[in-house]
């Protein structure tokens, strides 16, 4: 079974799609309060040895020693806050992402070296800093650290969720001779009316946000008022979920302002889980060729198979 770690975990948008590809995540962090709640009423029965052995951190600046605080894995997965790096010497380097938070995934990478890692970024990170901050995190995994770099802009809309959500998807392996490639998108059938239960008159509603709810349908800024059978509605956490991937049997412990905070800020479940099946796959056939051409010999292989399969199961 792949290992994997979920860092800044947000509600767990990375640990349920790898969770329902068969791997298991063995450490965590997160220092919202109320993030943690939600992480921790809802993956507490799905990884209880992530809880039992005190493998769900807070601050990630509070991991002392990376080595022996983060067991083994095999697959890191972080969405990470975007950060501007100090240009000291202009050097673009390892040194100049020191006190970000890219940094702290690197160091782990660095240390534990696992066989692949999973990033997630706002698109704007392209851009950010007249493109600075890409080509510094470009250069520290490639250069610094000798992983490959394979990036793409992935569409919540690509894999089945009616929500544009356009986001910046990293993926990197330790053995740079892996040919990797993102997923082709698919139709996707679900629309806004099916999350509504009614007649939405959008098709593909908007990409979630973690502020600015409550403008007039017509404003330009309205991201959570949509029309429905003639009336105007606004998105609920229930709607939320749909709309990110999440099961209905999620649980929010929280305030519905809150909640709502909560799934802006998290992944559309879908497209990790269709990228991630893709990582995994390939550390399968990496790990033991013969996978591929013996689909039902190998335990190995049947988890590729299961991977592959991208139809959301119940929580618990
Ligand atoms: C973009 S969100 C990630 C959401 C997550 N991928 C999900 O599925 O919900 C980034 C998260 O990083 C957390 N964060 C920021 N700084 C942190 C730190 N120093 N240590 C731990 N978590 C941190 C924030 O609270 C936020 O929840």
């Known amino acids: 079974m792949y290992k994997f770690i979920d860092l800044f975990a947000g509600i767990g948008g990375f640990h349920l799609a790898f969770h329902r590809l068969g791997a298991e995540c063995v450490f965590a962090c997160e ?6 709640k939600t992480y921790e009423r809802n993956f507490k029965k799905m990884s209880p040895e992530l809880f039992r052995k005190k493998k769900f951190y807070g601050d990630i600046n ?4 990376i080595d022996t605080e983060i067991s083994d ?5 972080a969405g990470f806050p975007c950060q501007p790096f100090s240009q000291a010497g202009f050097k673009k380097g390892f040194a100049d992402t020191r006190g970000t938070l890219f940094f702290n995934i690197a160091e782990i990478l660095r240390i534990k070296k ?10 704007g990170l ?16 490639e250069e610094d650290l000798g992983y490959s770099f394979h990036w793409q802009i992935v569409r919540a809309s690509d894999f089945g969720l009616p929500q544009l959500r356009p986001r910046l998807f990293m993926v990197g392996f330790k053995d740079k001779k892996i040919d990797f490639e993102f997923p082709t998108p698919i139709k996707t059938k679900m629309t806004m009316s099916d999350v509504w239960g009614g007649d939405c008159s959008r098709t593909i509603g908007f990409t979630l946000r973690c502020g600015g709810r409550g403008s007039r ?7 959570d008022a949509y029309l429905v059978d003639g009336k105007v509605k606004r998105l609920s956490p229930d709607e939320g979920k749909k709309m990110q991937g999440f099961p209905d049997n999620f649980v929010f412990p929280v305030s519905n302002v809150e909640a709502m905070k909560q799934l802006g800020n998290s992944v559309a479940v879908n497209a990790i889980q269709a990228v991630g099946a893709e990582i ?13 051409f013996n689909a039902h010999t190998s335990n190995i292989s049947k988890m590729a198979v299961h991977a592959r399969k991208l139809t959301p199961t119940p929580l618990h």
């Open 126 to 141: 392209l851009n950010h800093n007249n493109g600075e901050t890409f080509a510094t995190i470009k250069k520290v995994i």
């Open 73 to 77: 894995f095999q697959i890191l997965t």
């Open 62 to 65: 509070s991991i002392k020693d």
């Open 114 to 123: 696992p066989e692949a890692f999973f990033l997630e970024n706002v698109r």
């Open 31 to 36: 220092w919202d309060k109320h993030a943690r």
């Open 280 to 292: 995994i796959k390939i550390l399968d056939t990496s790990f033991n060729p013969t996978v591929q």
């Open 217 to 223: 349908i017509n404003d330009r800024r309205n991201w």
